[in-house]
Every structure is written in structure tokens, then in C-alpha cells.
């Protein structure tokens, strides 16, 4: 038993698994029918008789059948119809019954795991256009101000050149993207598992299943970026309120204070990257976790790497 409830999917799982929209239209299709077959429900929707059989293994959690083969909504289905009939959307709040919430364990997990913060990104166009331009925006503003570069998690001092800052910062994203996509690919077992799909098939149940979601991924990075930028948002505040935050440069002070403040900013980075790669690659938490976990001791590798370099 206890085995079983480890494996069961947690409502943070299920959110992102809900978010395709052949999923949301066939619990919409079932719950307004109440009791429908499968050949009306292909019908209804306009799918292959596959890939409405696909869909409904993965709805299992919400779709049963009756004697006769008819489909039905089980009670977490019809909280979930409900949630989609009167937002439109899901949240981990939806699946979840009032008297097991557990309010400190619900707030903790919205902090370290904040899958909600990509639910309206990836499913709201305009805030998809706004949010992560303006992040992008908000960004290259403060690394051009204090004249630091990222590479990966860290930073480093840069000449006053507006479009080298712009760039590096764009390429950084494109780091960031190239290493969360590889990762999560060999951390879900994607090349390893045997099944009777192509290994393509199985790298698209992770990643490149669509340009339009690689967009969206590559547009919440800037937005998982943010903590970062706290960096060098205390050295801006530092050096246009001259608050004497930062000690003189190339002093041991200096190395610890700047050191400290990069640590705390990666760290507050570590959840939005994981909750961005559990959401965007279809992962567990665990394994995006884990992810991210590898990502931010590869930037310690190779910022120290450089450094070194530098100094040599």
C-alpha cells in the first residue's frame, strides 16, 4: 500500500497533465453528456479513435465506465468540469477535497513547487506576450546598470556595452534552455525506456513536441530568471543610493558580501526552475528537482572553471 501511494500522482502532476487541451475538451465533452460512448465522444470531438484511447488512459484518474462501456466522470473528473465550466483553467486548489487541505503544507509547496505560477503563461496568450518581455526587459535594465554578464547561474563583471549585455543575457537563456531540455530528457529515462515507440516518439513525450511550447518554455525562463536578477538589483540600489551595502572591490569583505548575495539569489532560483521544468517537461518533482539541482552545481563548475582561466 505504501508503494502504491508513492507512485499515485500528486495534484501538482495532474495540473500539468490537464493542461493539453484534447484532455480538458473530453472532460468537458463527458461532463456535459453525463454518461456518453466512446464512438459519440470521437465523433463529438473530431479525434482519432487513438488518440482519444491515449488521452483517456491518461484521464483515468477522472474518467471511469458504467456496465454498458459508456464513459462517466468520477468524482475528481466532475470537480475538475466544474473548475473548467466556471475558469476555464485547473489549479492544484481544484483537486484537492476542502477538509484535506492542509494549509501549511498547501503554502509550502506553492513556495518551493509554484507550478501555478506557469499555468497562466502557458495557457494565456497575452500574458504570455506581456510577462516575459517585460521580465526581459526589466532584466537587461538592471545587468546593463551594474555592467554584470550571467553565465548559467552566476555572474561576472562585463565592459559598458549595451548590446554584448543584451546578448549574453539572451545566450544565457539559450544555455539555460539547452541544459534543462538534455537534462530532463536523460533524467525521465526517455532514451532508455523500451516500449514500442521510436526513441523520437519518446524524447516528444518530454520535449520538441511542439514549436509553439518550446517558445512558451524559452519565454517562462526569463520569468524563472527573476530571483537571480536580485543580485544585481542590490547592486543597483547600492550604487544609485550610495547605501554602502557593497564593500570596496577586490577586498575579502567585498568577495563575501557579493558571494553571499549571488548564493541567496541562485537558491531563490532553484524553485521556479524546477516548478518551470516539472510544468514545461512533463516531469515529477523529484526528477525536476533534481534537475535543477544539477544545473545550478554545473554553474558553480563552470564559473569556477572561468575564473580560473582568468586568473591563468
Do not use: C
Not at 537587461?140 to 547561474?153: F, K, N, S
Not at 525506456?193 to 523520437?200: F, K, L, T, Y
Not at 516539472?278 to 539541482?293: F, K, N, V
Request: hydrophobic residues 50%.
Amino acid at each position: 500500500m505504501l508503494v502504491a501511494a508513492l507512485r499515485e500522482p500528486s495534484e501538482d502532476e495532474l495540473v500539468w497533465l490537464l493542461r493539453y487541451k484534447t484532455r480538458r475538451r473530453i472532460l468537458l465533452a463527458i461532463g456535459d453528456s453525463g454518461k456518453i460512448s466512446a464512438t459519440v465522444l470521437r465523433d463529438a470531438l473530431k479525434i482519432s479513435t487513438g488518440s482519444l484511447y491515449y488521452n483517456l488512459r491518461q484521464l483515468r484518474r477522472f474518467v471511469t465506465q458504467d456496465s454498458d462501456k459508456n464513459y462517466m466522470l468520477t468524482e475528481d473528473g466532475l470537480r475538475v468540469y466544474k473548475a473548467l465550466k466556471e475558469k476555464g483553467t485547473i489549479t492544484t486548489a481544484d483537486l484537492m477535497e476542502s477538509n484535506q487541505q492542509n494549509r501549511a503544507l498547501s503554502i509550502f509547496k506553492n513556495i518551493f513547487f509554484p507550478l501555478w505560477l506557469y499555468t497562466p503563461l502557458y495557457e494565456q496568450k497575452v500574458v504570455f506576450t506581456i510577462l516575459p518581455a517585460l521580465s526581459a526587459v526589466l532584466s537587461i535594465a538592471l545587468l546593463i546598470y551594474t555592467r554584470q554578464v550571467p553565465l548559467i547561474l552566476h555572474f561576472y563583471k562585463a565592459e559598458p556595452s549595451i548590446f554584448r549585455i543584451a546578448g549574453q543575457y539572451l545566450l544565457n537563456i539559450g544555455m539555460l534552455y539547452l541544459l534543462s531540455t538534455i537534462l530532463s530528457i536523460i533524467l525521465s529515462g526517455a532514451l532508455f525506456r523500451r516500449s514500442g515507440e521510436n526513441v523520437i516518439a519518446r524524447v516528444k513525450g518530454v520535449a520538441w513536441q511542439s514549436l509553439w511550447d518550446e517558445v512558451k518554455f524559452v519565454g517562462a525562463l526569463a520569468i524563472a530568471q527573476l530571483p537571480l536578477m536580485l543580485y544585481p538589483a542590490i547592486l543597483s540600489a547600492n550604487k544609485l543610493l550610495s547605501l554602502g551595502v557593497i564593500p570596496a572591490e577586490r577586498t575579502a569583505q567585498y568577495y563575501l558580501v557579493t558571494g553571499t548575495l549571488s548564493t541567496i539569489s541562485q537558491i531563490l532560483t532553484i524553485p521556479l526552475l524546477t516548478g518551470l521544468i516539472a510544468y514545461g517537461r512533463r516531469l515529477d518533482g523529484s526528477t525536476a528537482a533534481l534537475a535543477a539541482l544539477i544545473i545550478f552545481f554545473a554553474s558553480h563548475l563552470v564559473f569556477q572553471t572561468v575564473m580560473f582561466s582568468s586568473i591563468a
